[in-house]
């Protein structure tokens, strides 16, 4: 095998999780009087956990008591509200269940909050990851290389064994700072051309096209 371990961003790689997202930062937005966002504004707000998020979402300007009220209102809801609409990528659970059959690890590493992250690998992808790991306190987010350090410590997998994968250009930073190989993936919330504009060197566009070059047959 070409790699002992496969880690993987979650929203936009494994997940479709936009509409929720969507809807729970509107929920918090309106709740304080603040103007919705569009589905393609929330597609380019996310990658850097809630608090980045919901500080993009505001309006410019916004007092740091707004952003910690919006924040507090999206976490109320978005806990209640994760998977109405979220589901798996077409084919990705049937491909990390192979990569597993072939013995190769695999992990989650998200900024997404680790309740959501819990609660969402429970929830679709339940025994198929050999580790499962959200933003928490005392670890950096991405592009960090921090919560990848800690995945690959519980996988007992060293980064020249392990390919990171995901969709955008902090899945792409997160990959180099980890001195890790990355694998894009072109269903995500950035796209191909955003991809190649990083200098991606390996890009995915089915579930089929990640098992060949993770197992690099």
């Known amino acids: 095998?070409?790699?002992?371990?496969?880690?993987?961003?979650?929203?936009?790689?494994?997940?479709?999780?936009?509409?929720?997202?969507?809807?729970?930062?509107?929920?918090?937005?309106?709740?304080n009087g603040l103007p919705s966002r569009t589905y393609e504004e929330v597609?380019?707000?996310?990658?850097?956990?809630?608090?980045k998020l919901i500080q993009r979402a505001v309006p410019q300007n916004s007092s740091e008591k707004i952003i910690q009220q919006v924040y507090d209102d999206f976490t109320t809801y978005y806990k209640a509200h994760n998977a109405d609409t979220t589901k798996p990528y077409e084919g990705i659970t049937d491909a990390i269940s192979e990569l597993k059959k072939l013995g190769?690890?695999?992990?989650?590493v998200s900024n997404k909050a680790d309740?959501?992250?819990?609660?969402?690998?429970k929830d679709?992808?339940?025994g198929l990851f050999d580790a499962a790991i959200g933003q928490q306190e005392g670890l950096s987010t991405k592009p960090s290389a921090d919560m990848v350090n800690l995945a690959l410590t519980r996988l007992n997998v060293?980064?020249?064994d392990a390919v990171y994968i995901g969709d955008s250009d902090v899945d792409f930073e997160t990959a180099k700072n980890s001195k890790m190989d990355f694998i894009g993936?072109?269903?995500g919330f950035r796209g191909r051309e955003f991809l190649l504009k990083l200098g991606t060197q390996n890009i995915a566009s089915t579930a089929n096209d990640l098992i060949s070059i993770i197992t690099g047959n």
């Open 1 to 31: 095998m070409k790699y002992k371990a496969a880690i993987f961003d979650m929203d936009g790689t494994i997940l479709n999780t936009l509409t929720d997202l969507q809807s729970a930062v509107n929920y918090a937005l309106n709740k």
């Open 43 to 51: 597609r380019f707000f996310v990658g850097n956990g809630i608090l």
């Open 104 to 108: 190769i690890k695999t992990a989650v």
């Open 115 to 121: 309740y959501g992250v819990q609660a969402l690998v």
């Open 124 to 126: 679709f992808f339940d």
């Open 158 to 160: 060293q980064n020249q």
């Open 185 to 187: 993936v072109d269903w």
